[in-house]
């Protein structure tokens, strides 16, 4: 249990008090929309069971009510701290009251519910555990107090910054970086900053520009001021130029991305860029100039020491749990993902179960957001993003800790093991929603799911004027869709929300639970999604129908040898519009194994006399029977 000592809860407290509007809707007569704060006190306490002090009623809440509405001789301090004895009081009931301060119940909107969130977290002070985001109500988020500082938590590959940052002063201590207020005045926003590089005292670099943003904020001086070792997360910054970028990492060397954390950088950390992007002040401030957009595009492949524009092609090598013997070389040609002419988006690895496919997309993604340089040949590809979605049961795909790379699981496997149950499944649905809204993406959502289910399961789902997703009238209805559209709905949420320029998304075989027009659809849907957000995919599937949707040079079919060992093979024919049985052979080996349709025929060619008595037997309801069917017949009668 979480122990608050009575000077923390006096200090969260007098924080939330000195706010304004503390108690949100229900603040008693702020306005004609304003609940009745008594409403609220139930929010923390069971009023109408609690005995009142009066003899004259029969509840607390008839005392709540007669002070605090009737007679208006009770402040909300005498509420809270005299009558209920919330500070002095059992610390449940505390606790309670700082959940409901930020609850959508209360608040109406993100941005004070952030606001709030902010200056609890601050009031906590050292004690050890932070609001954090638990649920979704209404597309707004639920914060409950979690034990652990959640939000404040370093990822695994990055250290803290030690190297002091002095705000508009000389440095007094060595190596040192100087932040200095610019002074230009950008129509009103005023975030521009100068950095240099003290290595002693009198000797300098100077490293560049670099625009700071504060969050809600246009002008970001004042906010930071003495000497520092990092921003807070409410900021964000973009160096104005790639040289920027460059000299950082060639004074600090391997340590430049702890430097960058601490300065909240959106162009290496694209997390932050996700938390900023859609922001007025993003778009209009800190990427004022083109300088400054290509630094955010391209300053991860530069500080990897790759060409801009690079065609992404490499070997990866995967490691085969039942041949360890030796790698498996895959290799993947995406091409030029940026040209939108490119026609090697989506790559499909197919083949019988056992072979390894889902082995290598969870290892693939793994070594990616880990960096493990040594399984890629000639070098590891650069995404600013991975995601691995799918919703088999049996999936392996790794679930990341936090990391400075920007990872997405989109499944149903919890990190510790086990399947998620109903309501996760359904926070993480409402997440991927709220992200959806804030980054504009409600019609694109909208269009996707219009393409893919019929339009009397989609148009209900949708507000009519914001095209917003209506949770609401989803969980009301989920006896309407079926577990394949459930889950393609779950997955392009997910996709749509979470995808950015220059994302890799990897899928285990999407073709589970859809039919074989669903999965068309799906796969010219992700073709679509992949081109509008310069990115690209790989597929593990035993889909034919997937297949027969990709260029023959985007399809890796996987096999073992006779001892066990793996290897991988092209089509040996072109697959873009191939029938499906010429698919199938090609990929699977059906000559190999005689197919069960091929011994119903033989045995009814030995039991009867000529073609008629057979074609008579399966003709149904006079469908007429395949050509391939009936050469097959004839040749069988040949040969008796």
Same mark, same amino acid.
């Given at each position: ?19 304004? &509007? ?36 029969? %509840? ?21 701290? *005299?009558?209920? %004895? ?20 209360? *608040? ?17 002070? /050292? ?14 988020? &639920? ?17 803290? %910054? ?31 900053? /100068? ?19 504060? +969050? ?162 000639? +070098? ?7 995601? /691995? ?44 929603? !709220? ?40 969980? !009301? ?58 990115? &690209? ?15 023959? *040079? ?17 089509? +040996? ?68």
């Amino acid at each position: 249990m979480i122990d608050f000592p009575a000077e923390i809860r006096r200090s969260v407290y007098d924080a939330i008090m000195a706010q304004k &509007c503390p108690l949100g809707r229900y603040g008693g007569g702020m306005s004609y929309e304003d609940l009745n704060v008594v409403d609220f006190l139930k929010l923390i306490w069971d009023l109408p069971a609690m005995r009142s002090e009066d003899d004259r009623f029969r %509840n607390a809440e008839a005392d709540a009510v007669q002070h605090m509405v009737n007679n208006d001789d009770w402040t909300l301090d005498d509420a809270l701290l *005299r009558r209920f %004895n919330l500070l002095a009081g059992d610390q449940k009931y505390f606790e309670k009251f700082v959940e409901a301060i930020v609850s959508p119940e209360v *608040r109406e909107s993100r941005k004070e519910i952030e606001h709030f969130v902010s200056i609890i977290n601050d009031a906590l002070g /050292s004690v050890n555990c932070e609001l954090a985001i638990k649920d979704y109500l209404n597309g707004l988020p &639920c914060y409950r107090l979690m034990e652990g500082k959640h939000h404040d938590t370093l990822p695994v590959d990055i250290e803290p %910054n030690t190297i002091p940052i002095f705000v508009d002063r000389a440095p007094d201590e060595f190596p040192a970086f100087k932040l200095c207020e610019d002074g230009f005045d950008d129509y009103g926003y005023k975030t521009r900053y /100068s950095l240099y590089y003290y290595s002693e005292p009198g000797k300098y670099k100077t490293i560049g520009w670099v625009r700071i943003m504060k +969050r809600d904020e246009q002008v970001t001086y004042g906010y930071i001021e003495g000497k520092i070792t990092s921003l807070g997360k409410d900021f964000c910054s973009v160096g104005q130029r790639l040289d920027y970028y460059l000299t950082i990492k060639n004074i600090l060397g391997p340590q430049y991305k702890n430097f960058l954390h601490a300065m909240r950088d959106a162009a290496v950390f694209s997390q932050i860029c996700d938390e900023f992007s859609d922001t007025f002040g993003f778009k209009n401030s800190l990427l004022r100039f083109p300088e400054a957009e290509e630094a955010l595009q391209y300053a991860v492949y530069k500080l990897a020491g790759y060409p801009v524009n690079d065609a992404i092609s490499f070997v990866f090598k995967a490691q085969m749990p039942y041949y360890e013997e030796e790698m498996l070389n895959v290799k993947f040609d995406m091409g030029d993902i940026q040209n939108e002419h490119n026609l090697n988006r989506v790559i499909a690895l197919i083949g019988n179960n056992g072979v390894g496919k889902t082995t290598v997309l969870s290892q693939l993604a793994e070594c990616i957001v880990k960096g493990k340089d040594e399984r890629f040949t000639p +070098r590891r590809p650069i995404f600013k993003k991975v995601i /691995s979605a799918s919703y088999s049961i049996f999936d392996k795909f790794f679930k990341a800790d936090v990391s400075s790379f920007n990872y997405t699981y989109c499944g149903i496997q919890k990190k510790g093991g086990g399947l998620m149950e109903e309501q996760e499944i359904k926070q993480r649905r409402m997440a991927s929603i !709220d992200m959806v809204k804030r980054h504009d993406r409600n019609r694109k959502l909208h269009h996707y799911m219009s393409i893919l289910l019929p339009n009397e399961l989609v148009t209900p789902l949708f507000d009519g004027d914001t095209f917003e997703f209506q949770e609401k009238v989803y969980a !009301d209805n989920m006896e309407r869709y079926s577990s394949g559209q459930s889950m393609l709905m779950n997955q392009i949420i997910e996709i749509v929300a979470n995808i950015r320029q220059n994302t890799l998304i990897l899928i285990d075989e999407p073709e589970v639970h859809l039919h074989p027009k669903g999965i068309t659809t799906f796969i010219n849907i992700l073709n679509t999604i992949c081109k509008q957000f310069a990115s &690209c995919c790989i597929l593990a599937t035993h889909s034919a129908v997937v297949v027969q949707e990709l260029l023959s *040079r985007n399809v890796i079919v996987m096999n073992r040898n006779e001892d066990g060992s793996p290897y991988v093979m092209p089509m +040996r024919v072109e697959s873009l519009g191939e029938n499906l049985t010429t698919i199938t052979e090609d990929v699977f080996g059906r000559g190999e194994v005689s197919p069960y349709y091929k011994k119903v025929v033989r045995k009814l060619v030995e039991d009867n006399t000529n073609i008629e008595d057979v074609l008579h037997l399966i003709q149904n309801n006079d469908v007429p029977v395949s050509m391939p069917l009936y050469m097959l017949i004839d040749k069988y009668f040949s040969q008796k």
